[in-house]
């Protein structure tokens, strides 16, 4: 039954990724799923991690990012083509995920976790934890960066992250009392735009998800030990654009 529901699941990520610029209601996508509406919502929801209309929005997000890498369509023009009828709701979604503007992800590609940290520092008096463990990739030389998130998708900023030159150990400081998910990613260098495509079948681009983890301050480090995958269609799309982990011989960084 759960290879069924895989297969409705994927003929749902299927659809989305050929119609992202339609207007694709939850109703379409339990047809094509063959589940009443109600039953669609929750098993996708089971196998993704996230809501159907979420992981929709990830998959024209990503999207926009492939053509603002790869062409010179204008933003207006691309926010169209995902399906977004406001550029400006475009452009603040754009902004949430991905880490900057259309614009500047045009010119730079991607956030530095330099920038990234900018505006993360806690109110004075803030309990935080610390997060420690093994990640262990079949990428075994390459960069990979792992930090944690409120939900099930590398979007947006994570509360506390690391960049690793290869896999290895690995320790989260800072981290404020809440739920969160662990996720890694790790990319083959000169195999950047895996990132902005969706999962092939080679092993260009390797992630893992964990959690959610339950922190709380005074109870001692949480230990967390992961293992990447060559990433599949079921998982939600990459969004957040980290440009340090595409530079070869990215050295070790903490936040």
């Given at each position: 039954?759960?290879?069924?529901?895989?297969?409705?699941?994927?003929?749902?990520?299927?659809?989305?990724?050929?119609?992202?610029?339609?207007?694709?209601?939850?109703?379409?996508?339990?047809?094509?799923?063959?589940?009443?509406?109600?039953?669609?919502?929750?098993?996708?929801?089971?196998?993704?991690?996230?809501?159907?209309?979420?992981?929709?929005?990830?998959?024209?997000?990503?999207?926009a990012?492939?053509?603002?890498?790869?062409?010179?369509?204008?933003?207006?023009n691309?926010?169209?083509?995902?399906?977004?009828?406001?550029?400006?709701?475009?452009?603040?979604?754009?902004?949430?995920?991905?880490?900057?503007?259309?614009?500047?992800?045009?010119?730079?590609?991607?956030?530095?976790?330099?920038?990234?940290?900018?505006?993360?520092?806690?109110?004075?008096?803030?309990?935080?934890?610390?997060?420690?463990?093994e990640?262990?990739?079949?990428?075994?030389?390459?960069?990979?960066?792992?930090?944690?998130?409120?939900?099930?998708i590398?979007?947006?900023?994570?509360?506390?992250?690391?960049?690793?030159?290869?896999?290895?150990?690995?320790?989260l400081?800072?981290?404020?009392?809440?739920?969160?998910?662990?996720?890694?990613?790790?990319?083959?260098?000169?195999?950047?735009?895996?990132?902005?495509?969706?999962?092939?079948?080679?092993?260009?681009?390797?992630?893992?998800?964990?959690?959610?983890?339950?922190?709380?301050?005074?109870?001692?480090?949480?230990?967390?030990?992961?293992?990447?995958?060559?990433?599949?269609?079921?998982?939600?799309?990459?969004?957040?654009a980290?440009?340090?982990?595409?530079?070869?011989?990215?050295?070790?960084?903490?936040r």
């Amino acid at each position: 039954m759960d290879d069924v529901i895989e297969q409705a699941v994927l003929r749902v990520i299927d659809s989305m990724h050929e119609n992202f610029g339609e207007q694709i209601t939850i109703d379409d996508m339990a047809r094509t799923a063959m589940f009443s509406k109600f039953h669609f919502s929750r098993v996708f929801q089971r196998v993704t991690g996230l809501s159907p209309g979420r992981f929709l929005s990830a998959v024209r997000l990503r999207e926009a990012k492939r053509l603002l890498a790869s062409t010179s369509m204008n933003i207006t023009n691309i926010s169209h083509q995902v399906g977004y009828s406001s550029v400006g709701t475009f452009s603040s979604r754009f902004t949430y995920s991905v880490g900057l503007p259309p614009s500047k992800y045009r010119r730079h590609m991607g956030i530095t976790t330099q920038a990234l940290a900018a505006g993360r520092e806690r109110p004075p008096g803030t309990a935080t934890a610390v997060m420690h463990g093994e990640i262990v990739s079949p990428l075994a030389d390459e960069p990979v960066f792992a930090g944690l998130f409120p939900d099930r998708i590398l979007e947006g900023r994570p509360v506390s992250y690391t960049l690793l030159d290869r896999p290895g150990s690995y320790v989260l400081e800072d981290v404020p009392e809440g739920r969160w998910h662990l996720i890694a990613q790790s990319v083959v260098r000169g195999r950047e735009s895996a990132i902005n495509y969706p999962p092939g079948d080679d092993q260009a681009l390797c992630i893992a998800r964990h959690g959610p983890i339950t922190v709380v301050a005074g109870d001692g480090p949480r230990r967390a030990d992961i293992r990447l995958e060559p990433m599949r269609p079921l998982d939600p799309p990459v969004l957040l654009a980290l440009r340090d982990l595409l530079s070869a011989g990215a050295g070790e960084t903490t936040r």
